[in-house]
């Protein structure tokens, strides 16, 4: 049987700062809605219903001292350790995020150089031929990097690329939002390899798609809620309930056609790995997948979809590799993956975007 090319997942790493905001942290805010106008609830009851539909707790920041690279220079640092790689083999630095470099005291958009050339200046890998270059692809922007990776590979253009997922969105949420409570701080990456095997492993197969004609604008960029505030900067901004809808109407969809694609049953999947948005929207997406394949909520396997939200927040492009990387060094209860088991990568975000991945574990 001849031997095919496939893009294993050999070493992974994440940062997620020391510093932690709780819910209670924000009972000093003033909310506003959209239009400008003074929430009437008090910030108990407003922090309590964010707390139910979310199931958020507490979410992680950045120190001052650090922006976007940085984080992802330490992630990347763990991933080699972990894959036992020399780094100067490496040919392709890919960096997924959204708004560069935002510094703690200037709050603008930094991306150049990108964020990829100073993560490979930050590692110190002198060889000329590992091209760094940064992705912007809204939170499926991790993902989106491991499929590009993953092209490379097959291609036979590369035997080795590391993938970096690393976001402070600490630094442009609007403090008079209700949203701003979901955000925050971290970085994931891994280390894909080129693989020779008779059967297929890692990455099987994958889906993207864009809608950006009505659903462009679900998440974009203004100014603060607060109309009294005299505040030029601007800050993240989502359609939420417009957003759940879209999330809901197309990322199961995705996720079953990529599982078909593959040729592999659904309760051969033993996780979903899915970006950690809003627990209550991740849940539902869940049930909606298994609805497709005429699976009732009460058969759906217990523990397939692992969290971190609750005690992580909504960090964007790091909330997949991070989960990844907390699975595969077991750190969380119950959940585990084994040689052999099926896996789905699946995201949503800015753009409107969704990509699903399905993977073997080597």
């Known amino acids: 049987m001849q031997n095919n090319i496939y893009s294993v997942i050999t070493g992974s790493g994440r940062h997620i700062p020391d510093r932690i905001v709780k819910n209670t ?17 008090s910030n108990e009851e407003i922090i309590t219903k964010f707390k139910e ?3 958020i707790e507490e979410r992680r920041y950045v120190k001052d001292n650090l922006v976007a690279s940085d984080i992802g220079f330490f992630a990347a640092e763990r991933a080699i350790k972990n894959a036992k790689i020399d780094k100067e083999t490496l040919d392709y630095i890919i960096v997924a995020h959204n708004f560069g470099d935002v510094k703690s005291t200037i709050y603008k958009v930094d991306i150049v150089p990108s964020l990829a050339a100073r993560v490979k200046s930050k590692l110190k890998i002198e060889n000329p031929f590992c091209v760094a270059y940064d992705l912007p692809f809204g939170c499926p922007g991790w993902l989106q ?21 690393t976001e402070t969105l600490s630094r442009i949420s609007d403090p008079h939002d209700i949203d701003s409570m979901i955000y925050s701080d971290g970085a994931g990456a891994v280390i894909l390899e080129a693989k020779q095997s008779e059967t297929p492993v890692g990455i099987l197969i994958h889906k993207t798609r864009s809608d950006t004609i009505e659903h462009l604008n679900l998440l974009y960029m203004d100014h603060t809620y607060n109309k009294t505030k005299d505040d030029d900067r601007i800050y993240i901004k989502m359609n939420g309930r417009k ?42 997406i869940l049930n909606r997948l298994f609805k497709l394949y005429n699976i009732k909520i009460k058969d759906i396997p217990e523990n397939i ?13 790091a909330t997949v590799p991070v989960l990844y990387d907390m699975i595969l060094r077991g750190e969380m209860e119950n959940h585990e993956l084994k040689s052999g088991d099926h896996f789905v990568f699946a995201s949503v975000g800015a753009g409107m975007n969704v990509n699903s991945v399905v993977y073997k574990m080597p």
């Open 25 to 41: 942290d924000f009972l000093q805010n003033e909310f506003y809605t959209i239009e400008g106008e003074r929430i009437p609830k």
């Open 243 to 284: 957003l759940y809808n879209y999330a809901l109407t197309h990322v199961p969809q995705l996720v079953k056609d990529t599982v078909e694609k593959a040729g592999v049953p659904i309760n051969k999947i033993k996780k979903v790995l899915i970006h950690q948005a809003n627990e209550k929207m991740d849940n539902a």
């Open 53 to 55: 539909i979310t199931e």
């Open 305 to 317: 979809m692992p969290m971190t939200i609750a005690k992580y927040g909504n960090n964007s492009v």
């Open 145 to 165: 990097g491991v499929i590009q990776a993953d092209y490379f590979i097959k291609s036979g253009d590369a035997k080795r690329i590391l993938v970096i997922g």
